[in-house]
């Protein structure tokens, strides 16, 4: 199993990522996010090695790339879809945390000029989130730091199951099998409240 992680707010995403190691994901993340996990001794690719670009435009461009959204998007019922992940070898995501930069907070700064502003609109983080709700029925989206300690409850608890088998090298002996994941989606509050 793999998750992508790509926040701005990183409260709580340590603990969160440790825990989804500990149920057999792999974790792959970008800039900042990255950093903070590697710093904290969690293992993590970074997308510039997933992708083979790095960060670019001043760190306008990470996430949007084949590499990532085929993993994301690919329709898992559908073999067209996965002959055509197997054939460029990207492979699947199953969970895609992300949480948005907070625009509505840079607007009211006064000390902001209108360049800062305007890179505070996020473009790859909605496009993540977008993904992951179309393909709600195998990939878990997570977007609020509040939502990390329930969603990692019931992964743990093993209500639900992925559209795919875990192989047994990532199975966890300490917690149920790996492959028990809890299928969410988008949860309601990211929806409802555009984030």
Known sequence: MRALISVYDKTGVVAFARGLAE???????????????????????????????PEMLGGRVKTLHPRVHAGILARREQEEDLAALAEHGIELFDLVCVNLYPFELAVDRPELDESDVIEMIDVGGPALLRAAAKSFASVIAVCRPSDYEPVLEQLWSGRGATTRPVSPSRTNSSGPPASSVVRTGLPERCASSGT
């Open 23 to 53: 149920l057999g994901f792999e974790l792959v993340s970008s800039g900042g996010t990255a950093s903070a996990l590697d710093d904290a001794g969690v293992e993590v690719t970074r997308v510039e090695d997933l992708t083979g670009f």
